[in-house]
């Protein structure tokens, strides 16, 4: 399954978890969630994954913790604020840069309407339809 499969699983089974819980709860429950949706539809899911980096030649270990990584191919960050910044946007771009991922997704599930808390973060990935030699 390529990224963009796995994206359209994730949105659907991230509007399914916001549905069933509603904003406002603490991130975790939502990782605990979302875990378990990606799971029933047959998706490999790793949570809290610790993602070293390499600074100066020098692996640190654990620099960040990825929420959940899908089919490892796919990043989630999840958030439970008011309002989405440029800073989380950044965040989550630089973690699949970092990781050498392809696509990363930014759910806020704060947001009255998950819609509205869907960012879509890429990394040298063609659009869904759009194949290498198009």
């Known amino acids: 399954m390529d990224e963009n499969a796995i994206?359209?699983?994730v949105i659907g089974a991230s509007i399914r978890v916001h549905e069933g819980l509603g904003p406002?709860?603490?991130e975790s429950v939502y990782e605990t969630a979302l875990a378990f949706e990606l799971e029933e539809a047959g998706l490999s899911v790793k949570r809290q994954v610790p993602v070293p980096i390499?600074?100066?030649g020098i692996e640190l270990e654990q620099a960040f913790r990825a929420d959940l990584i899908v089919n490892d191919k796919v990043l989630l960050e999840l958030k439970s604020v008011e309002t989405i910044t440029l800073t989380h946007r950044k965040q989550v771009q630089t973690y699949i840069n970092l990781m050498g991922y392809r696509l990363g997704y930014l759910l806020n599930f704060g947001a009255p309407v998950l819609k509205r808390g869907i960012v879509r973060c890429v990394n040298r990935l063609p659009e869904p339809g759009v194949t290498a030699t198009d």
């Open 24 to 26: 406002g709860l603490m």
């Open 7 to 9: 994206g359209t699983q």
């Open 54 to 56: 390499v600074y100066r």
